[in-house]
């Protein structure tokens, strides 16, 4: 089985935010695949189904970003799922808005979620989907931009990010992630999808 975990803050007030772009991706996966989010327990919204032949959890941590790991922890210890079979979508300030880039184990960047789930998990094994969501040009107003929601410019192109994560999702599932990173990895979705 694998875990598919999508970042971000419960609660109305972070629901459109640069920080849930994992929950908006958790979501279109989960309703594209006819998965029902609707269990709860584990700190989490959570629902399994079949993709691609494999079996899947998909979870939304309802902890609060920085305790995602305590979340993970329990879902994978009760699913018996190892960290190698851990996915995480998350939102990422080192890309450029509109780049998606998918790794495997790696550092965290400073991303308190993901420090979290490494804490958590014992090791930084688990798989990544990285959003881009760019950075503010000063340091200091890191942690007021990413709980503030979208522009204008960027919700135009925001549903082909969301649905090419998907589509990435769906690669690691049924193909693995090295080719799902030859795939994606590379390509930005702004007015036009290319390729750099």
């Known amino acids: 089985m694998k875990l598919i975990v999508g970042l971000g803050n419960p609660g ?32 989490a919204l959570w629902g399994k189904g079949v993709i691609a032949g494999q079996s899947v959890l998909l979870a939304k941590p309802q902890t609060f970003m920085n305790l995602s790991g305590k979340s993970v922890r329990k879902l994978a210890d009760f699913f018996k799922i190892v960290v190698e079979d851990v996915l995480v979508v998350h939102d990422d300030l080192d890309l450029p ?3 998606i880039r998918l790794k495997a184990g790696g550092g965290q960047g400073g991303h308190k979620g993901l420090i979290s789930i490494c804490d958590s998990l014992g090791g930084p094994e688990f798989q990544r989907v990285r959003l881009g969501i760019g950075k503010p040009a000063q340091r200091s107003a890191v942690e007021r931009y990413v709980l503030e929601p979208f522009t204008e410019s960027e919700l135009r192109i925001l549903p082909r990010i969301i649905v090419t994560a998907r589509s990435a999702i769906l690669e690691v599932i049924s193909s693995g992630i ?3 990173m030859n795939s994606y990895n590379g390509m930005v979705i702004n007015d036009l999808i290319q390729e750099v």
Not at 14 to 38: C, K, P, W
């Open 12 to 43: 109305a007030r972070y629901r459109f935010t640069r920080h849930n772009f994992g929950f908006f991706v958790l979501d279109q996966l989960a309703e594209d695949q006819d998965i029902m989010m609707s269990q709860t327990g584990f700190d």
């Open 97 to 99: 808005f509109g780049v």
């Open 178 to 180: 090295k080719t799902a």
